[in-house]
């Protein structure tokens, strides 16, 4: 039979089912599928932090949310378009985002009056015409599935876990996603169980079939490829984003990479991804505890090393103790904090920017760190590249704040010409080895001359002749290095290690303003992943006729040279955050300027059309 | 690019691997050193001592200990460059400011984690740790025991005096219980760590114990563990002459020593008291100490560090009493291990000869990518 064929300019799904339903490896298809396609995307899993939750509770719910279109696009967007719903538990938890007119896609199967039950449901929602304010796809998922693959020597439960590719198959047809890519995955992915693999590709196709000729979908989507700027595209989450920036940087500065680690959510795929890379050289130290992490990276650094630590929150207030270690010994160290919601345990597999001020002041002492944050998954790349030029030029430790809506975001990335990364061995060298004599009177190396630019100290690696020397915790002289108690050497020492982090600003490129039409009154500042939401709002405040000013700050400390003047140029400066305003707190004492804050501490990102009535707001009374 | 040596490990030109390995004269390489350069010429003692002045109190018995090192580095015969020594907080860990090589005073406990990532990303260095007891044992014992386990090639000397020093005079965790300090003015309730006993309950590979007063035999068992790939643990008694003087007298006077001391020596019979005492292994497979004469034949124990299960290891520490009645010094347990820093280098090794060396640009663009434009 035709269908009816509709075009759309974008569209957001959600796959939502238990979180052994399989709903993230759906979606990662899903997403793989639209990427290959052409279309913009962005995407947002949403997982619960127990591995296996009781089935069918509503804190067993998984779901994944991608927005895919025919234009550039900034977020995973606001709420679906259309929910898959695996199971009343998904519908119960997922339903109340789902606008009024909506498509609502129903696995039937799993409405049974003990799955209702367990999540309150006193009646069928399926029956009892709640659900009437949506367009309604009821379908029997499981069974189809089941009945699909009755000529397969599997387990009925093996037939029922296929349940995901079955609904993958459907939504592949609705939006006409190209399926080979998921063919070979299923291929690749169960090369060694053949049954499972031939039934996996069935229940894909059964799906796809089914789209195709029931009348339970009238209408076929149609959503064109995005003008994305010519190149090679993949799809790509910000943890491997990080990961791959990580070895890039470490073959840049033709350093070996060396990542000291301790299992964390949602930082342990940086630890999973760069121990695949030993072919380039990668070691991955895998620690008792993050303070070993921590402690073993800064070893290798001392060894000439690159050397990263990845860890959240809970991790980063460990390590610190080692950090301030970094910052007193002046070697390089990259400290990839992936925040989740805290404090404390908090939210493991939910967002926040909570970490900031952890970052920046979380340490005994006067104890100044440069701190820099990635925008979008992608840009995670560009971030450690940063971080790692910054770490070896100026022999210091660097924070990375990304979090988790970053890390398990993906978007699509333009890989980039090799040829045109950034030469990282020319921003350092190592200590040549010396004989005695080239020390003059003092006839010794002195650790702690610095480059009279930089203020960074010379990387002396252990193996070097004539440049043996002790480095430690404990306050050093001036120059040479040797333990120092000296009051006055104090001060010194302290405002040194302070002026060579302030000085990093100037090495760093201005904070760029996007004000079209130069008229802006208003300035959105933020930082880190609420790069995407706070741009979609912006522009439909724009689209809705006002002029507000959006900038958006790479480096936390030191900020850019010209963000004093930018702050002034405007009447308001609103500042969004997935905290209770700590980057505000900063502009305020740094600048004296009355920004205003807006947070929200939900474990999720900004909704855009909310942070856009916000922008309103503030414009209203500019 | 910069290129990096076969490893991936950075380093100066001359720290190549042509050198590394190399025999010496009497064609023995101690075991720790195979991927160590070799020094063209032989230091002394003098070449390692530092410009710093020591600051440990008069009588401490780190002197001692510090003199015995300094006194021992030139056997290695490894360029002072390539020598790193790390320690964390504490009296004992001041000594790498006196050692004329590389080296860092870390943090609190830290010492065996800091010197895990140089060691395993620098095969071609030697790195020693300096630590005491509140330092391996009580914050840094997380470390201690891992560090232990993994085999990584370090070589780890405890001081312990069984107090806290540099912070003035607590109980430490291997204090013996009851004891009276500032911080236990009723006593101590703690019972003590045995630090031997610990670490072969860590699976240490190398596993032994000296005396800071008795320097040609704390200097054999230094020897012995630079002559061990892999992770040894040295723990030597060390006198606090100011908070805890004497801790080890009983070990210390004279006509006590050869009753008291039971100096290990591999393939040798354990013999004790002037060589009237021996051990064996009671019914319920403790050792204990009995008369030779009057020793059944065959039933006494020759010492034996190579066997691969650590239970006779682990009886020989049980012996070591609170009052020192039977204390066992010397190597208790040296067994061949892989370790772990040459593990890494050989996994990479292996993927490389697998597939080459990483290509940057085919990482970055994976499997599944699109062209626009």
Same mark, same amino acid.
């Given at each position: 039979m035709t269908?009816?064929?509709?075009?759309?300019?974008?569209?957001?799904?959600? @796959?939502? %089912?238990?979180?052994?339903?399989?709903?993230?490896?759906?979606?990662?298809? @899903?997403?793989?599928?639209?990427? $290959? @396609?052409?279309?913009?995307?962005?995407?947002?899993?949403?997982? *619960?932090?127990?591995?296996?939750?009781?089935?069918?509770?509503?804190a067993g719910v998984s779901s994944f949310q991608l927005q895919f279109a025919d234009h550039d696009i900034l977020t995973p967007g606001d709420a679906p378009d259309v929910l898959i719903a695996m199971n009343p538990a998904a519908l119960k938890a997922n339903i109340k985002d789902l606008p009024r007119g909506r498509d609502l896609i129903v696995n039937t199967d799993e409405f049974t009056k003990r799955n209702l039950t367990k999540v309150g449901y006193e009646g069928s929602p399926l029956e009892d015409n709640s659900l009437e304010p949506y367009n309604v796809h009821a379908v029997p998922i499981t069974s189809m599935t089941v009945k699909a693959l009755e000529d397969y020597e599997i387990t009925r439960k093996d037939a029922e876990r296929a349940k995901n590719m079955f609904a993958l198959g459907m939504l592949s047809w609705l939006y006409d996603r190209p399926a080979e890519g998921t063919l070979s995955f299923l291929k690749a992915k169960f090369a060694t169980k053949p049954e499972i693999m031939a039934a996996n590709v069935a229940a894909f196709r059964a799906g796809w079939n089914f789209g195709e000729t029931t009348e339970a979908f009238s209408v076929r989507y149609e959503v064109k490829p995005a003008p994305l700027k010519p190149g090679t595209y993949r799809n790509i989450s910000g943890n491997t984003a990080l990961a791959y920036?990580?070895?890039?940087?470490?073959?840049?500065?033709?350093? *070996?990479?060396?990542?000291?680690?301790y299992p964390i959510t949602p930082a342990s795929d940086i630890l999973h991804e760069l121990a695949k890379h030993k072919r380039f050289g990668v070691r991955t130290f895998q620690a008792e505890d993050e303070i070993s992490a921590v402690g073993a990276a800064l070893g290798a650094s001392f060894g000439g090393s690159l050397a990263v630590t990845s860890t959240s929150g809970p991790g980063m207030l460990l390590k610190a103790e080692t950090v301030g270690l970094a910052v007193s010994v002046e070697l390089p160290l990259i400290v990839c904090d992936?925040?989740?919601?805290? &404090?404390?345990?908090?939210?493991?597999?939910?967002?926040?920017?909570?970490?900031?001020?952890?970052?920046? @002041?979380?340490?005994?002492?006067?104890? &100044?760190?440069?701190?820099? +944050?990635?925008?979008?998954?992608?840009?995670?790349?560009?971030?450690?590249?940063?971080?790692?030029?910054?770490?070896?030029?100026?022999?210091?430790?660097?924070?990375?704040?990304?979090?988790?809506?970053?890390?398990? %975001?993906?978007?699509?990335?333009?890989?980039?010409?090799?040829?045109?990364? &950034?030469?990282?061995?020319?921003?350092?060298?190592?200590?040549?080895? +010396?004989?005695?004599?080239?020390? %003059?009177?003092?006839?010794?190396?002195?650790?702690?001359?610095?480059? &009279? $630019?930089?203020?960074?100290?010379?990387?002396?690696?252990?193996?070097?002749? %004539?440049?043996?020397?002790?480095?430690?915790?404990?306050?050093?002289?001036?120059?040479?290095?040797?333990?120092?108690?000296?009051?006055?050497?104090?001060?010194?020492?302290?405002?040194?290690?302070?002026?060579?982090?302030?000085?990093?600003?100037?090495?760093?490129?201005? $904070?760029?303003?996007?004000? *079209?039409?130069?008229?802006?009154? =208003?300035?959105?500042?933020?930082?880190?992943?609420?790069?995407?939401?706070?741009?979609?709002? =912006?522009?439909?405040?724009?689209?809705?006729?006002?002029?507000? +000013?959006?900038?958006?700050?790479?480096?936390?400390?030191?900020?850019? *040279?010209?963000l004093a003047d930018v702050l002034r140029r405007y009447d308001k400066v609103l500042v969004p955050e997935i905290n209770l305003g700590q980057l505000a707190l900063v502009l305020r004492g740094r600048f004296l300027v009355d920004v205003i804050s807006y947070n929200q501490v939900r474990g999720l990102p900004f909704r855009a059309a909310e942070l856009a009535g916000v922008i309103e707001d503030v414009i209203g009374h500019a | 690019m910069p290129e990096t040596n076969g490893h991936g490990a950075p380093g100066p030109g001359k720290a190549g691997a042509g050198k590394a390995g190399a025999g010496? /004269?009497? /064609?023995?390489?101690?075991?720790?050193?195979?991927?160590?350069?070799?020094?063209?010429?032989?230091?002394?003692?003098?070449?390692?001592?530092?410009?710093?002045?020591?600051?440990?109190?008069? /009588?401490?018995?780190?002197? #001692?200990?510090?003199?015995? !090192?300094? #006194?021992?580095?030139?056997?290695?015969?490894?360029?002072?460059?390539?020598?790193?020594?790390?320690?964390?907080i504490g009296c004992s860990s001041r000594l790498p400011y006196y050692v004329n090589s590389y080296g860092m005073h870390s943090i609190h406990g830290r010492a065996p984690a800091i010197a895990t990532g140089l060691a395993t990303s620098r095969p071609d260095l030697s790195v020693w740790v300096i630590t005491g007891d509140g330092d391996a044992l009580s914050i840094g014992g997380n470390h201690l025991i891992h560090a232990l386990r993994r085999n990584v090639n370090i070589k780890i000397l405890l001081f312990n005096n069984r107090i806290y020093g540099l912070t003035k005079g607590q109980y430490s965790p291997t204090s013996e219980r009851g004891k009276v300090t500032k911080s236990t003015p009723f006593g101590s309730l703690d019972h003590p760590f045995n630090p031997v006993s610990l670490a072969l309950g860590a699976d240490a590979s190398f596993v032994a114990r000296t005396i800071d007063s008795d320097r040609r035999h704390l200097t054999?068992?230094?020897?012995?563990?630079?002559?061990?790939? /892999? #992770?040894? !643990?040295?723990?030597?008694?060390?006198?606090?002459?100011?908070?805890?003087?004497?801790? !080890?007298?009983?070990?210390?006077?004279?006509?006590?020593?050869?009753e008291r001391l039971i100096k290990l020596e591999h393939g040798e019979p354990v013999r004790f008291g002037a060589g009237s005492k021996g051990l064996r292994f009671s019914r319920h497979g403790e050792l204990e100490a009995v008369e030779v004469a009057a020793a059944e034949e065959g039933t006494l124990i020759t010492h034996d560090a190579h066997r691969a299960d650590p239970s006779y290891a682990f009886a020989l520490s049980r012996l070591d009493a609170a009052d020192f009645r039977h204390t066992p010094v010397g190597v208790f347990r040296k067994v061949e291990q892989p370790s772990y820093d040459q593990l890494m280098a050989e996994q990479i090794d292996a993927a490389r000869s697998r597939s080459g060396p990483g290509d940057l640009a085919a990482l970055l663009a994976g499997n599944d990518t699109w062209e626009v434009g």
């Open positions: 269908k009816q064929v509709q075009k759309l300019d974008h569209v957001i799904i959600r @796959f939502a %089912g238990d979180s052994g339903d399989g709903m993230q490896l759906a979606g990662d298809r @899903f997403t793989q599928e639209t990427a $290959v @396609f052409g279309n913009d995307l962005s995407t947002m899993p949403n997982f *619960p932090a127990e591995i296996r939750a009781p089935a069918g509770t509503l920036g990580l070895v890039a940087a470490s073959q840049l500065a033709g350093l *070996p990479l060396f990542l000291g680690s992936i925040q989740r919601a805290g &404090p404390s345990t908090g939210m493991p597999t939910k967002t926040e920017q909570g970490d900031l001020l952890a970052a920046m @002041f979380g340490r005994n002492g006067e104890s &100044p760190v440069p701190v820099i +944050a990635p925008a979008s998954p992608a840009d995670c790349f560009n971030a450690a590249i940063e971080a790692a030029r910054i770490a070896v030029k100026y022999r210091t430790p660097v924070i990375l704040l990304s979090d988790g809506s970053l890390a398990n %975001g993906s978007e699509p990335w333009r890989i980039p010409d090799t040829d045109s990364l &950034p030469d990282l061995s020319r921003e350092f060298a190592f200590a040549e080895p +010396a004989d005695p004599a080239d020390f %003059g009177a003092a006839g010794e190396f002195e650790p702690f001359r610095r480059d &009279p $630019v930089t203020l960074a100290r010379p990387w002396a690696i252990p193996g070097t002749p %004539g440049l043996e020397h002790r480095i430690g915790g404990i306050e050093k002289a001036d120059i040479t290095g040797t333990i120092s108690y000296d009051p006055d050497n104090h001060d010194r020492m302290v405002r040194l290690r302070q002026a060579k982090i302030d000085g990093i600003a100037a090495d760093l490129a201005p $904070v760029e303003v996007d004000d *079209p039409d130069g008229a802006a009154r =208003v300035l959105v500042l933020g930082w880190g992943s609420t790069f995407g939401s706070i741009g979609a709002a =912006v522009r439909r405040a724009r689209n809705a006729g006002h002029s507000v +000013a959006q900038a958006h700050l790479r480096h936390l400390n030191p900020f850019p *040279p010209n | 010496n /004269g009497d /064609g023995h390489r101690l075991a720790s050193l195979t991927l160590v350069p070799r020094a063209a010429t032989r230091s002394a003692a003098k070449d390692f001592k530092s410009d710093q002045e020591v600051r440990w109190c008069p /009588g401490c018995g780190d002197y #001692a200990i510090l003199a015995a !090192f300094q #006194a021992f580095l030139p056997e290695l015969e490894v360029p002072r460059e390539n020598i790193v020594v790390i320690s964390g054999s068992v230094l020897r012995a563990a630079a002559d061990h790939q /892999g #992770a040894a !643990f040295i723990e030597i008694y060390q006198n606090c002459p100011i908070f805890n003087d004497d801790a !080890f007298a009983p070990l210390k006077e004279a006509d006590a020593t050869a």
